[in-house]
């Protein structure tokens, strides 16, 4: 009983997966790991994607977490076919089902008060039976429809609801667990579960991927998807994520939402390799590229078992794709850390050739964006702990030596700096560190950095220059 065919869907699409989050809140892990499954499935089939926002519980759902969920999915690249796809613009949809459903019997309007309920509760507990709906209204007691009720799906009373989870396996339940479920309030707003299976048939849905959470809802919605004729998907309930301490991931386990992850400085490439893994593998990989993941992602290989969340790994991940990828990409990602954190990087050298001087040092843009502030902006103070050990008296003269030396380069580049320096050292009799370390405190600040010759020349001479002779001029206002 197709009513018309709302999505001019592409036949020849086989795969078909979707992610349905309710905008409740931020992106979260769990999620976003189910989203990343979903979506590993429809393109390993070369299938499509569907977003589909479900945003009928109006009281809880924000245009905030909408704007979050969207944003999250597009930093991790997680690119769809059709959607957003939003449920409150479509009730006029599901009531057009559910009315056609009244009249071919498949449900039928409920008049009983809360009290009749209510006491048919307490006598079904009293005699120890499943708490359900007795069908009181399922003849028409001579109600009309303009009294109010709810509409009730007319659940089948015998057998037993089964299907092939492709996650968990074969999955069984009595018809005489399930209720007659309300599919429309009083207020005539159709419930959660009957706009899932009306979306999931409207949008050609193949396979539904989702958290383990909603397993209890698939014999019913398989239920309703049957009586409208429409085709059954196949299920994959995904399990939970659970802290480093076994308990349900949360806020106190540190960072839950996606984009807290990118504020704390890691690549989206690591979120994902992180992700993937956290409840599949194969075989004892595990770096996986994108392209990798689609080619081998199976959901026969999803672990049935609850994964816990372990941050030191992560953080390997991001240190690895810091390194591996190529700069240029890792300095589109650097730059919004540095806009975040207000460094003005247009004086100084190409964020490109920052994340070739750092990535062995850094495990997060977070950090560093930070620790290579020196290279675009003047400091005010240097480190108190760098100043004790590197700039006592003694370091006037091979600073002043350097300082005439760099002057005097006519090419400012690697071999030029790193010669002047091993030439200060030579002429005054001092190891190299006499020289390169009150040379790295004056140029950036503090006693760590890249090779001298490379942080000198990602700083510029003039720069170079008029810093060291502030160190100097520091170093004996302290004498003083
Ligand atoms: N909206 C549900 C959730 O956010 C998902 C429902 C589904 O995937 O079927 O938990």
Not at 7 to 24: E, G, H, I, W, Y
Not at 66 to 74: S, V
Not at 440 to 448: E, F, N
Request: proline content about 4%; some cysteine; glycine content about 6%.
């Amino acid at each position: 009983m197709k009513l018309e065919a709302l999505f001019n869907l592409d036949p020849n699409v086989k795969v078909r997966t979707r992610f349905a989050p309710s905008p409740t809140g931020y992106l979260h892990v769990g999620g976003a790991r189910t989203a990343l499954y979903s979506w590993l499935y429809a393109k390993h089939n070369n299938g499509e994607f569907v977003l589909r926002i479900e945003d009928t519980d109006l009281e809880r759902s924000t245009p905030e977490a909408t704007a979050a969920i969207l944003e999250g999915m597009e930093w991790l690249n997680l690119a769809w076919e059709h959607g957003p796809y939003f449920q409150t613009k479509r009730f006029d949809r599901y009531n057009q089902v559910i009315d056609q459903m009244i009249e071919q019997g498949l449900a039928y309007r409920c008049y009983c008060s809360k009290e009749r309920l209510e006491d048919l509760r307490h006598t079904q507990e009293k005699n120890k039976q499943k708490p359900r709906y007795d069908r009181h209204c399922l003849h028409n007691q001579g109600n009309t429809p303009d009294q109010p009720h709810v509409v009730r799906f007319k659940n089948p009373t015998e057998g037993s609801v089964i299907f092939e989870d492709a996650v968990r396996g074969r999955i069984e339940i009595s018809n005489n667990e399930l209720d007659d479920l309300i599919i429309r309030r009083t207020d005539g707003s159709p419930t959660y579960n009957f706009c899932v299976v009306v979306d999931d048939w409207d949008m050609g849905i193949t396979h539904v991927v989702r958290g383990e959470d909603h397993i209890n809802n698939t014999p019913r919605q398989i239920n309703i998807l049957k009586a409208l004729g429409a085709p059954i998907p196949t299920y994959a309930h995904v399990s939970m994520i659970l802290g480093d301490d076994g308990q349900k991931l949360s806020k106190r386990h540190g960072a839950v939402s996606v984009m807290q992850y990118r504020d704390d400085g890691y690549l989206p490439e690591a979120l994902l390799n992180y992700l993937v893994r956290l409840g599949w593998g194969h075989g004892d990989q595990e770096i996986f590229s994108v392209e990798e993941m689609i080619q081998l992602f199976e959901l026969e290989s999803v672990s049935k078992s609850a994964s816990a969340f372990n941050t030191e790994k992560l953080l390997w991940l991001n240190h690895h794709y810091i390194r591996e990828l190529p700069a240029e990409y890792v300095a589109k990602h650097l730059a919004w850390h540095y806009q975040d954190q207000g460094i003005d990087t247009s004086n100084g050298p190409a964020l490109e050739d920052i994340v070739k001087m750092l990535a062995e040092r850094c495990k997060t843009l977070k950090e560093m964006a930070a620790s290579s502030r020196y290279f675009f902006e003047e400091f005010t103070n240097f480190d108190e702990t760098a100043v004790k050990k590197h700039f006592k008296a003694t370091a006037i003269e091979p600073l002043e030596k350097i300082k005439e030396k760099l002057t005097a380069l006519s090419h400012w580049d690697l071999q030029s700096t790193h010669e002047a320096i091993e030439q200060t050292a030579a002429e005054l009799g001092l190891g190299m560190g006499k020289v390169g370390m009150p040379l790295r405190v004056a140029v950036t600040g503090s006693g760590q950095s890249p090779s001298m010759d490379v942080t000198l020349v990602g700083i510029g001479k003039e720069r170079t220059l008029a810093r060291i002779q502030k160190a100097i001029d520091f170093i004996k206002n302290q004498a003083d």
